[in-house]
């Protein structure tokens, strides 16, 4: 039975092929326009589990996605490591110098950087909502003088060329996703759990909340702080550590925790492959 999974973007785009890496080939797919609407789509059961890119190693973390995630209530159980490479997409092979329009997400246009101004500055850069969306969009055009950047595997779906492949500006770029659902899962197999607190308005509160996952040999994969949105100068804290969450050393270090923080969330627990 498929599986129904809700992502942002078109047919074709990496938050697809994520899910495919993560689910098997075999997966219905439920379309969203936005990342809310991912998390819209799981709530209401449209779908059975979400996926949405958390954080770029070029670009770092996606904003959104991070601010949804404090608000909403759906639980990581999955990470998907998605090496992404970039293409330029035509409708027909023709030279750089007759391009006159480049459509793409803002990630991938800031992932393709130095490609765009060493061959492309002479053209107009437009933003839009999705990679693969951005090649659905030329093809329905008028013209051949238009491009996007997006994924091969969108250009082979959309029947488009690929004009040149590669092009991001740093040829290890991966997108780490997770995979979300409204229910947390206790699996032996879990090595990582996801957190966001907030500390206390102490001297040294941040150091002792570190201190506490020091002091239990518990290794910090990120930290990454956020405006709260809450009131100005206020900063919540994302961070991934190496323990499953039921995991008892993990449940030590939260309730620990507490004595330094305002609040706690678990974003969720989760398999990560070691690269």
Known sequence: M?????????????????AIKYFGSSIDPVLCRTFKEVFQR????????GI????????????EVHDLLLHQELFAVGEVKLKVE?????????NFKLIK??????????????????????????????????????????GNNVSAIASN???????LKVLSSGIQDNKYNYTRFLVLSPEIFSDPKNNKTSIIFAVISKPGALYKCLKEFALRNINLNRLESRPSK????????????EKGLFEESAQEV????????????????YYSKIE
Not at 9 to 15: K, L, P, T
Not at 86 to 94: A, D, V
Not at 254 to 269: N, P, Q, R, V, Y
């Open 101 to 142: 329009k480049v459509y793409s997400h803002p990630q991938a246009l800031a992932q393709c950087e130095g490609f765009l101004s060493k061959n492309l500055a002479h053209c107009q850069i437009i933003p839009v909502y999705d990679t693969a969306g951005s090649v659905k969009i030329i093809k329905e055009l008028k």
């Open 230 to 241: 809450q009131k100005p100068w206020e900063y919540v804290f994302y961070t991934d550590f």
């Open 2 to 18: 498929q599986s129904r999974i809700a992502f942002q973007g078109e047919r074709g785009a990496f938050s697809e092929m994520a």
């Open 86 to 94: 970039h293409c330029l997409i035509t409708k027909k092979q023709i």
């Open 153 to 159: 595997w969108a250009a082979e779906l959309y029947g």
């Open 42 to 49: 799981v709530n209401s059961q449209e779908a059975e589990y």
């Open 254 to 269: 939260l309730k620990a925790l507490k004595e330094h923080t305002t609040f706690i969330k678990i974003i969720g627990t």
């Open 52 to 63: 949405l890119p958390i954080e770029n190693s070029q670009t770092g973390g996606i904003n």
